[in-house]
């Protein structure tokens, strides 16, 4: 495995590579609305065998899943709304913090989190469920947003240590490495349907104001939503592998679902279309402290 000083870029290059206000990144990152993609960007991500492995060995995403999406947005929004210091450190703990996750996949292959086609594919997911989230569910972008979106998020990557050879150049050409992903990479593995289960029975989130009473009228229609963009959004292709069946009138109930949330558009508040600032403001203290992807979080590595 490669220093990390060998892949990550020096304090000096930060300011560049992070998004400055105002850019498509700033803007359309952190729409409320694109929490509905995050099982999609999830369930792309444990596919990969390595990824699938690491997470079903080292993560306690069974006992905890919504904390795998609390640090996914620390670490996120820090990098997009942080400022170039608490991006550029961010990417760095990151990083190191996945030095220690490894193993052997079933056919008894090693795998490491560091391998750099797994390692970017994380990144690559999320830009992907952005995109789609946001044709699906909020304002499409156009084909020049969409390169101008990539190459900023490609920038960020690099602050995640992401070569640039790892990820395609431009957005025209990520349908490509989606498709020979999903042809030639993406697998039913175990976490799959460990994030499968997660949607259609969520546990209850770890919020103050949320009572036991409250929770158990909110979880099924929570559980059928999530559900139903997550399977919606997959290829089919990825649903026939998965296992998992999508009707016609399932098709119909996410398109009037869909076409009300993006008909909701002009009168969303600005603060739902950008959650970002104030999401780093509630989680402040605790990443502050370190507690984003921290290892007492994981399983311990095997010897």
Same mark, same amino acid.
């Given at each position: 495995?490669?220093?990390?000083?060998?892949?990550?870029?020096?304090? *000096?290059?930060?300011?560049?590579?992070?998004?400055?206000?105002?850019?498509?990144?700033?803007?359309?990152?952190?729409?409320?609305?694109?929490?509905?993609?995050?099982?999609?960007?999830?369930?792309?991500?444990?596919?990969?065998?390595?990824?699938?492995?690491?997470?079903?060995?080292?993560?306690?995403?069974?006992?905890?899943?919504? +904390? &795998?999406?609390?640090?996914?947005?620390?670490?996120? =929004?820090?990098?997009? =709304?942080?400022?170039?210091?608490?991006?550029?450190?961010?990417?760095?703990?990151? &990083?190191?913090?996945?030095?220690?996750?490894?193993?052997?996949?079933?056919?008894?292959?090693?795998?490491?989190?560091?391998?750099?086609?797994?390692?970017?594919?994380?990144?690559?997911?999320?830009?992907?469920?952005?995109?789609?989230?946001?044709?699906?569910?909020?304002?499409?972008?156009?084909?020049?947003?969409?390169?101008?979106?990539?190459?900023?998020?490609? *920038?960020?990557?690099?602050?995640?240590?992401? &070569?640039?050879?790892?990820? /395609?150049?431009?957005?025209?050409?990520? +349908?490509?490495?989606?498709?020979?992903?999903?042809?030639?990479?993406?697998?039913?593995?175990?976490?799959?349907?460990?994030?499968?289960?997660?949607?259609?029975?969520?546990?209850? /989130?770890?919020?103050?104001?949320?009572?036991?009473? *409250?929770?158990?009228?909110?979880? /099924?229609?929570?559980?059928?939503?999530?559900?139903?963009?997550?399977?919606?959004?997959?290829?089919?292709?990825?649903?026939?592998?998965?296992?998992?069946?999508?009707?016609?009138?399932?098709?119909?109930?996410?398109?009037?679902?869909?076409?009300?949330?993006?008909?909701?558009?002009?009168?969303? /508040?600005?603060?739902?279309?950008?959650?970002?600032?104030? =999401?780093?403001?509630?989680?402040?203290?605790?990443?502050?402290?370190?507690?984003?992807?921290?290892?007492?979080?994981? *399983?311990?590595?095997?010897?």
């Amino acid at each position: 495995m490669r220093s990390m000083s060998a892949v990550m870029p020096h304090a *000096a290059e930060w300011p560049g590579l992070v998004p400055a206000p105002g850019t498509i990144t700033w803007r359309r990152a952190s729409d409320a609305r694109l929490f509905l993609a995050a099982g999609y960007a999830l369930l792309l991500q444990v596919s990969h065998p390595t990824v699938g492995a690491g997470v079903s060995e080292h993560s306690q995403f069974r006992r905890e899943p919504w +904390g &795998r999406l609390m640090r996914t947005l620390d670490y996120t =929004y820090t990098m997009v =709304y942080g400022g170039p210091q608490a991006a550029g450190e961010m990417g760095r703990r990151i &990083r190191s913090f996945h030095k220690h996750i490894r193993g052997s996949l079933p056919d008894g292959r090693a795998y490491h989190a560091l391998e750099p086609g797994a390692y970017a594919w994380v990144h690559a997911t999320l830009a992907e469920a952005i995109v789609r989230a946001h044709e699906r569910f909020g304002r499409p972008f156009s084909g020049a947003q969409c390169e101008a979106f990539w190459a900023e998020w490609r *920038a960020l990557g690099r602050l995640l240590g992401i &070569r640039e050879r790892d990820l /395609p150049a431009g957005w025209e050409g990520f +349908g490509d490495y989606l498709q020979e992903m999903v042809a030639g990479t993406l697998v039913h593995t175990v976490a799959v349907d460990d994030v499968l289960a997660a949607l259609s029975r969520p546990s209850a /989130p770890k919020l103050p104001a949320l009572s036991a009473p *409250a929770w158990t009228l909110a979880r /099924p229609p929570l559980g059928h939503v999530l559900r139903l963009a997550t399977v919606g959004l997959l290829a089919p292709v990825l649903r026939r592998r998965f296992g998992v069946s999508w009707s016609p009138a399932q098709e119909l109930q996410l398109r009037a679902f869909s076409s009300a949330l993006r008909s909701a558009t002009p009168v969303m /508040p600005a603060w739902l279309q950008n959650t970002g600032a104030g =999401y780093l403001r509630h989680r402040a203290p605790e990443i502050a402290r370190g507690e984003v992807a921290s290892p007492s979080r994981l *399983a311990r590595t095997r010897a």
